[in-house]
């Protein structure tokens, strides 16, 4: 039975316990999935696992916070739940989680840019078939093959946790986990000057629409109606379209996740205009694992380390004047 | 010292603040560049006052409470002391010089201390000079528009 057959299996089983329980299903065309919230067993029916399946799903939990949910998850996604579980966001009881082995999900930016290489548009791909590591996309009557490493979201070339970290139903073998992330695409940034660097978020920045997507889209970004980003009373970012104001905003969104950032990527996936936001997710947590050795949503019962603090920080060498 | 430059001092109310009080009682000279905002506690510092500041013009932002051990609230500076290491270590990716960010601690006693302290940090800003300028200025905006009708 394929995990998918596996995973419907199981979720039809605890269906009757449960309030719904949250998956991907197909999207408005073929290489788009949705979220799905399935409620019956029919809906169960329409859950799709593999490649396509971009979203994290736990990014609806909290909305839910208190009811009996279950949800489909991928091992970054798993992440996501360890931490708002840490942050007493979610309660462990109110929560089934479903998983089974990832090898990783597709860029649609990426396809975009490889079918625009052969002159072909993303939005008339009627069909996709998943073959082991290749993607196959038939596109204005021509077939198109993709290998799924080309296409792979950043996040899964560097994955260290293919099998999901929390969870009550596990289909399938666990793939091997991958070696541990060093951050070269980091370092690779920082041999620009300072200047450079500014030069090239204020590039990036400009296209910043300030739809706050990269927010809505973060299963860590629990404020909702009191993001500072729209509070006027205190100001702290005004309505104007500067860059400085968008760049700030995202100097707000990092610094809120220090420490808490799972690098699932949903700030950088959803970003209509492909601004590379994960890079400042990542850079904090670099420095995060170094001074606190500390990597979020991998332990239940860690505490963020900035909610923390020792009296002795072994790693923080503070200036002597 | 050349032309005068901007720095923003955040001081906690018990300790630092008192430090630089003591300074000026005892008429420790000083360089100018140091706005001082008072704050309750260096554990209110948000990391992104620093960064807003720094956005908006400053060359410079430094960070003084009590000495780890003697925070009046017990453990307020050692929240801060975390924030402001990684706030510190956040910067270089934003393109902004870290150098132009510094976090210490002086006690209410220290003058001589706070006068070297804000000695040596001027001086390292003025070493830098002017900060590259990061916000657009509105007035700038709406100058180019006025001109443009
Ligand atoms: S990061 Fe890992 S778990 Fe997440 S989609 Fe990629 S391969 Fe799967
Ligand atoms: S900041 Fe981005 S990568 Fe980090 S948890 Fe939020 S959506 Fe995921
Ligand atoms: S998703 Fe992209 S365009 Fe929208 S607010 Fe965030 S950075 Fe700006």
Known sequence: MSHLEQLKAAIKERLPELEMVIGWGQGFDALHATPIFMKTPEDVDKLLWGPLNVHNTATYLTAYKGKKVGVVVKGCDSRSIIELLQEKLLNRDDVVVFAAPCSGVADLTRIKKSLEAKGLDMGRVKAVAVAGDTLTLSVAGQDVALSLKAVAADKCGRCQYHNALVSDVFVGEPLQESAADNYDDLAEFEKQSMDDRMAYWKKEMERCIRCYACRNACPMCVCRDHCIAQSREPGWVSQRDDVSEKFFFQMIHAMHLAGRCTECGECQRVCPVDIPLLLLKRKLNKEIKELFDYQAGTKIDAKPPLLAFKVEEENINERGW | ?149
């Open chain 2, 1 to 149: 010292m050349s032309q005068e430059l901007r720095i923003v001092g955040f001081l906690c109310n018990w300790c630092s603040y008192g430090g630089a009080d003591t300074a000026g009682v005892g008429r420790f000279t000083q360089p100018t560049d140091l706005r001082v905002i008072r704050v309750p506690c260096s554990g209110r510092i948000d990391p992104l006052f620093i960064l807003k500041t720094l956005v908006n013009g400053a060359d410079g932002v430094l960070v003084s409470g009590c000495h780890p051990r003697d925070c009046h609230y017990a453990e307020g500076n050692f929240y801060a002391r975390r924030r402001l290491e990684v706030v510190h270590r956040f910067m270089p990716i934003l393109g902004i010089d870290p150098r132009r960010f510094s976090y210490t601690w002086v006690s209410a006693s220290e003058g001589q201390r706070w006068q070297h302290v804000v000695t040596t940090f001027t001086n390292e800003i003025h070493a830098l000079g002017p900060a590259p300028k990061i916000a657009g200025n509105p007035m700038e905006k709406l100058g180019a528009l006025a001109q443009a009708v």
